[in-house]
């Protein structure tokens, strides 16, 4: 079955403005979390949602934001962005929740910000 | 504060040898941990896991062990093959979450 897909893959922004980041889980997937990957600090939880809700949150600010559909789909959204943001922002879906921790990533969105 | 860490950024062995990845954590809420393996422009991919009531798993050339009382695991692989070459992640779980504290990795190099 397919996996775990991000988009976009690649993009770059400028400081100030915002970006959305969608994930469409595994098929049957109702958990998708988030991770940002930066050099020197590996993967950084930011938030997980399960039917919908917002079930955990890493220690991030505000201008990091997520949402999950009905559909388990899930968008992230990093607003007035800065230059720390660039990174590669990963999402991860699993089955249940609170269960073994096996995750499913996809192959991430490598944002850059100048 | 990083609640797992994996103090050697990379590691080479020859291919046939023995790799060992070790990893430490400080949290004792930690019940569950896991090993993730990435390849360049990849997502990381589950590799194995142990639960904290474990000491020991094996999955064919791997196996993950558990020391609770150091608050130390390590990851061997043997024989390591060049397709073992990549980046690994150790990884924990804390009691009834689901989100995962991940280590900063350890860049394997297999050398034929």
């Known amino acids: 079955k397919a996996g775990v897909t991000q988009t976009p893959r690649y993009l770059i922004k400028t400081r100030g403005q915002q970006v959305t980041l969608s994930c469409s889980p595994i098929?049957?997937?109702?958990?998708v979390s988030w991770y940002q990957q930066t050099p020197g600090q590996g993967l950084q939880f930011l938030f997980e949602y399960f039917s919908e809700t917002q079930r955990n949150k890493g220690n991030f600010p505000g201008r990091f934001s997520g949402r999950q559909f009905s559909n388990s789909r899930s968008e992230m959204n990093v607003s007035t962005l800065e230059l720390g943001d660039s990174a590669l922002y990963l999402c991860?879906?699993?089955?249940?929740?609170?269960?073994?921790?096996?995750?499913?990533f996809g192959e991430g969105s490598r944002l850059t910000v100048l | 504060d990083q609640q797992v860490k994996q103090n050697s950024p990379s590691l080479s062995v020859q291919e046939g040898r023995i790799s060992i990845l070790n990893c430490d954590y400080t949290?004792?809420?930690?019940?569950?941990f896991l090993w993730y393996k990435k390849y360049p422009a990849e997502g990381p991919t589950f590799l194995i896991s142990i639960s904290s009531i474990k000491d020991k798993n094996e999955d064919g050339r791997f196996t993950v062990f558990l020391n609770k009382s150091a608050k130390h695991l390590s990851l061997h692989i043997v024989p390591s093959q060049p397709g073992d070459s990549a980046v690994y992640f150790c990884?924990?779980?804390?009691?009834?979450?689901?989100?995962?504290?991940f280590g900063t990795g350890t860049r394997l190099t297999v050398i034929p």
């Open positions: 949290n004792s809420m930690f019940d569950y």
């Open positions: 098929s049957g997937h109702r958990s």
């Open positions: 990884a924990a779980r804390e009691t009834g979450a689901n989100n995962l504290f």
């Open positions: 991860a879906s699993s089955l249940y929740f609170g269960r073994t921790g096996e995750l499913f």
